[in-house]
Each structure stands twice: as C-alpha cells, then as structure tokens.
C-alpha cells in the first residue's frame, strides 16, 4: 500500500454537495463519513430560474402551461418556503411529455435536466454552471475555479513525488516504464482508501485494479445481468468477503453465477406475490416486473428508457432484442381482473372480452409502430417493422371453476392464429421463468397451496446453492 497524505486544505465552503450513490434503487447522499440517508427531491430558486429559461423557449401553448403548473407548485417569487415532493416531478414529467408530443424536443431536454437537478442526478454547482443562473450568465463561479485549480496543482504534485520515487527505486527505468506505473497507480487510485487509525492521511491499496479489472472480465464474459459490470467489480474488489468468496473457487465463475440467480430468483418471488393479490394494480405488476427483462426469454437484452415512441401511446414496458427490434409488453390485471379470461362457446373454451379488447389495444401500437417506423430509427434507434408484442392478463385463479389447463389452452389456441400478438396469464409466464432457473417444481401446485401455511418453492438461498452445486459437478 502507498500512504497518500491529505495534501491540501480548504475552507468549509469549498466542499462539493455530498456525492450521490445509489441503494436499493433509491437515490441517497453520501456524507464524508460514508453515512447515506435518502435525497428528498429538490426544489430552490435555481430551479425556478432555469424553469423560467425553459418557458421562454416553448412554443406550444400547451407546454407553457404545463411548465406554468410545475412553477405555480413550486411557488417562488421570493418565497423561502418553494415545494418539492412527488408532485413536483409528475408536474414536470407531464410537461416533458406534452412537449414531446408538440416535438418540441430541445425543450424536452432542458426539462430532462430539471428532473435529474431535482431527483439528485445533477449536482448543484454543475447545474448552476450550465445554464449559468447567477451572475447574469456573465461570470462563471470563482469558488469552483479555485476548487478545481486547487485539484489540479495538488493532483500535479502528487504525481510528480511518485514519478520521483519511482525513478530512484529503478533508475535504469525508460519513459515506457514510468508511464506505466503511473497510469497503474492512477487506476489504484479509484479504491483509495481511508483508514479509521491514520487520521488526515490516505492509502492507495496497489494491485486492486489489476483484480478489479479481472473480475470485470468474467462478469462480462459469462454474460452476468448486472447494470454495469465495471461498477460492480469495483464493489467485489473492494469488499474482503467478495474476494475471499472468490479466492475459495477456481475461476470465481460459480460466485457471480450464484449472486445472479439468487437477485432473478428474489425478483420472481416478488412478482409472484404481485401477480396473487386481489389488490395489485397495473402499476403494481409493472413496477415488480422492472428491470427484470430476463424473465421473457433470452431473446431479450434490455429494455428501453423511452417508453412514448408515438404520440398519444405510451408502451408498458418495451423491450430490444438483440438485433435492436422492439417488442411490446401490454399489462393488464392479474388476480383483480373482474371479468373471466374464457367463456364456453359451442362446447369451447374460448377467450372472453377482456382478452379481446387488450389484443385490439396492442394491435393499434403495433400499427402506430409501423407508421412512424424511419421517425422511431432515426431519433432513438430502435427498429419497430414487424415489432412484436406478448399481453400479460389475468391469472387462473381468476376462474377456479375452470381448470388451469383448459385456460392455457385455449390461449395458446388463440395465439396459433395470431401472427404479432402472444397472450399469456402472468402465472404461465412466472412458471416458464421459474423453469429457466432451474426449479422442477414450477407450476405444480395451485394458488391456495401457495397461500395456505407452507411455502411450495424451496427457499431462495437453498434453491441456488443446490443449483450452481449441479452446475459445478457438470
């Protein structure tokens, strides 16, 4: 390890805001003392004065009002007292979205930062800087010059002792040498470390890009489903039971293969408890099914982050293949669904209304789909000819009067003669993704056994360890 002193000092005012990080999916701010605690969404005079920018660049009506609204919430004019909350960021998701439907796309950017300054994305002094709010746009901020000059000249003198010592240690190095040292060192640096019993001092663990590096390299290798691979390799190397974990297998590929399956397996059981309550709803069943694209089969990589591709539809959760082509998810209700999935028609089970009017509803996007096709590829590079869709509804137990087999078959009858369009209930498409993890016992029993007093389903940690077990001795 290499001891890196505190080598400068700064006035109080000088300190950046807290850094942002993410926990569980929630935004939170880190304090220097690496407590976190969540961030409440921001609303200050900077906002104001960069919302009023926005306004002025609107043209259509409808978008000055909505951006009207969010300012109203907010409620500046020399109040003190300015709103936030929840409300603030519907207001302004709605007029991000009113203002893509006018195309009115450098006011939707402009409005994307408001949202991100007001969710933490963006950090104060940055967001000040960019549209340069104070000072009449005339001065930038003479703190942060002096913040990153005092950066920059306390970065050059560090790098310049280490290069030093370096040449004495090996004086017969070349110029090759100690830039590769030195860009090691600068890779180290990112794990820099703050000891509880050196007070005012800093280390530089040495070797722990290097590991990081090759835990990146099996991750994405063995095509693990994490958001960022380099992210999460720099968590595993920097925490000594992930390594130790690591060391204990000969490849460290069975411990990222375990981590995955056992996050795939939680999120299904949390679907699965979704997709049984009489209350959930839409809402509910989308937000459970989030992030969790690997549940529809492999064909897909991903999902896309915008969701309104044509004006006036707004697709429930939109999926990419990995040729780039998009596919539609429709969600309707699961155990709420008032009205039956199928009805006896000439001695059939058939599927009722419901399911018709959902098919129809995902038919049109389709349609709207192909009649904006080179507008989608143009602006956001998703391929829409021929795009697909499945329509998650309803769930056997909606009917049990009728035997779960009759009702998967007469979906998958009806869908032998739908050509875009695949209907399924949410229980066959949590069974087919419990399937793919590997557990034999998916589908097996009905709701009220899995209801009642003992849970059908090995336990999640069980489940997984048995699993990469048999992946092992393969």
Sequence with gaps: ?????????????????????????????????????????????????????????????????????????????????????????????QARSIAAQAEEWQVVRLLQDSLDYVEGRILKPEFEERYRLFQDGQQRDDILRD????????????????????????????????????????????FLEALADRPG???????????????????????????????EAHRIA????????????????????????QRRAAGLDRLRAVAEDR?????????????????????????SAQRRLVPGDEIDIPLIRGDGSLHVVELKRAMSLRNPLVKRHRGAWVPAADVHDAVGQAINYLVGLDENRQKIQRELGIETRRASAVVLIGHPAVQPDVPEQDINEAL???????????????????????????????GSSDISSHAGGGDRRPSTDRRVLLMGLDRRET
């Design 1 to 93: 390890m290499i001891p890196l002193a505190a080598m400068a000092a700064r006035p109080e005012r000088h300190l950046p805001e807290p850094i942002l990080a993410s926990t569980a999916g929630r935004e939170v701010s880190v304090s220097p003392s690496g407590e976190t605690f969540p961030m409440a969404t921001r609303s200050d005079w900077a906002l104001e004065l960069q919302l009023n920018a926005v306004k002025d660049q609107a043209t259509s009506p409808a978008t000055e009002s909505a951006i009207e609204s969010a300012l109203t919430h907010i409620g500046g004019s020399g109040s003190r007292n300015r709103r936030g909350g929840k409300q603030l960021v519907s207001l302004l998701e």
């Design 147 to 190: 913040y990153m000059s005092m950066i920059l000249w306390a970065g050059s003198r560090f790098v310049t002792g280490k290069a030093k010592e370096f040449l004495e240690d090996h004086p017969g190095s070349s110029a090759g040498d100690l830039l590769d040292h030195m860009s090691s060192l600068g890779q180290d640096a990112l």
């Design 201 to 231: 001092r800093y280390t530089i663990p040495r070797g722990r890009a290097e590991t990081a590096l090759w835990i990146e390299r099996v991750i994405r290798r063995e095509r693990v489903d994490v958001d960022d691979a380099a992210v």
């Design 238 to 261: 920097a925490s000594p039971e992930a390594l130790a974990l690591l060391a204990a297998d000969s490849d460290g590929q069975m411990v990222f293969r375990a981590a995955e399956l």
């Design 279 to 303: 209350t959930a709803t839409e809402h509910d069943l989308q937000a459970a099914l989030e992030g969790q694209h690997w549940i529809f089969g492999g064909r897909f990589v991903g999902e």
């Design 412 to 442: 998958r009858t009806f869908n032998s003669h739908m050509s875009r369009v695949e209907v399924l209930t949410y229980k066959e498409l949590i069974d087919n993704a419990e399937r793919s993890l590997g557990s034999p016992e998916a």
